[in-house]
């Protein structure tokens, strides 16, 4: 079974490679303003594109196109980028590598920037791993950088250049909008596109929010109870005669996850940590290796909270179905827990060994109906349990069915 699972995880996930294409109506206007009409490979791009792939027709070759022969392409209801020959700063957020310089250093590229807002003010988006620019533009102007950046100041301290709301004071100016309003705008998305918006309402102007339709729904909180069936070896690197199998057992565990979904790539990924309560009892009796005849008996009273800590890839069916996989770390808190080796006839202690675990990987797929009831099939292979004696190893693994419901 354990095999089984590992066997569809690949087979799923390289499915995946062939059969996640996602082509959504489009356009794109080419170098000789011509405007084709299309569908668009829909990626949902992290990183500003520099290409991308679309079809003619739904039974069309695939074709893909570059930046440079591209003025605009807007996949409708999701997103628009425009090519734009500007000024950029890519000064490092990384305090160790910034200069004393507080001005931008910028050099001119060219670039698919992402529109966010357009209207009377435009507000467009590039971002490229961990630098993020914003850039605007009013009627008739050309699109400039909103300007922040961090710098070191000569006393070693961090020093920030909030320019950009200078620059909006001066060119989008409005009634509703004051001194102590512009204060509380932060460099980042949410909060200049409220500012946009206010000031294209404020000019009773007509304008798009291209983020409007993004997808909000990024946390979601899960109870998950599950039926574990667990295994246990020890061994003794000094004496065959005291390597114990406690065989396979059968248990319940209940666990919580949060999950936050990543906002690109369609929320195909998200991370996910769990607290999930676990418990293992066997007992096995033994003829001793010390006194013959005599019946050992072997115990082991093991609970503990597990921590995984992981990522999760989804596989969409349609609206309402998909399939997933994930990948965790599993760190393993237990408490008051042992393995106990006695004489069966007395009682006599011979041997206790404390439970201290390391962590161990999972391993899971599962499948999930309208972003409420879930079903997994996880496994957890080699964790060791006895990781405090030299002369000691063990094999503990489980696998989980686990039942889902998210209700938040």
């Known amino acids: 079974m354990k095999k089984n699972l590992l066997a569809f995880l690949i087979a799923v996930i390289t499915i995946n490679c062939y059969s996640q294409i996602s082509f959504e109506k489009g356009h794109f206007i080419d170098n000789n303003n011509q405007k084709i009409n299309c569908l668009i490979k829909n990626t949902d791009w992290m990183n500003n594109p520099t290409e991308f792939e679309y079809k003619l027709s739904e039974n069309g070759d695939v074709k893909k196109t570059t930046i440079n022969s591209v003025k605009e392409f807007e996949i409708y209801d999701a997103s628009k980028y425009v090519r734009r020959t500007i000024n950029i700063d890519r000064s490092t957020e990384n305090f160790n590598l910034m200069t004393n310089n507080r001005s931008p250093v910028f050099d001119e590229e060219e670039l698919f920037l992402k529109v966010l807002i357009e209207g009377a003010a435009n507000l467009y988006f590039y971002r490229e791993g961990n630098l993020k620019r914003y850039f605007y533009k009013r009627k008739d102007t050309d699109i400039e950088q909103l300007i922040y950046k961090s710098y070191r100041t000569y006393n070693d301290k961090l020093g920030k250049n909030t320019q950009f709301k200078q620059q909006l004071w001066n060119d989008l100016k409005c009634s509703n909008i004051d001194l102590e309003k512009l204060e509380r705008i932060e460099y980042k998305k949410n909060s200049l596109i409220k500012f946009f918006i206010e000031y294209n309402t404020c000019n009773n102007s007509d304008f798009t929010n291209y983020e409007k339709n ?166 957890q292979p080699n964790r060791e349990v006895l990781d405090d004696y030299a002369f000691w190893y063990s094999d503990y693994s489980t696998f989980s069915m686990i039942f889902g419901y998210s209700f938040f």
């Open 214 to 379: 993004e997808n909000k729904d990024l946390f979601n909180l899960t109870i998950r109870p599950r039926l574990n069936s667990s295994s246990l070896t020890i061994n003794n690197k000094t004496t065959s005669n005291s390597n114990t199998d406690f065989g396979n057992k059968f248990g319940f565990g209940l666990g919580i996850e949060v999950e936050l979904i990543l906002p690109f790539n369609k929320n195909k990924w998200a991370i996910l940590i769990e607290a999930t309560y676990q418990s293992f009892e066997a007992e096995v009796l033994s003829t001793s290796s010390q006194v013959l005849g005599t019946q050992l008996s072997t115990t082991i009273e093991y609970s503990s909270v597990e921590i995984p800590i992981g990522l999760r890839h989804y596989f969409f069916i349609n609206e309402n179905s998909k399939i997933f996989a994930n990948a965790s770390v599993v760190f393993d808190v237990s408490s008051n827990s042992n393995i106990t080796m006695k004489r069966d006839d007395n009682g006599y202690v011979i041997n206790k060994l404390d439970i201290a675990t390391v962590s161990n990987l999972a391993l899971g797929i599962g499948y999930k109906l309208n972003d409420t009831y879930s079903l997994e099939m996880r496994y």
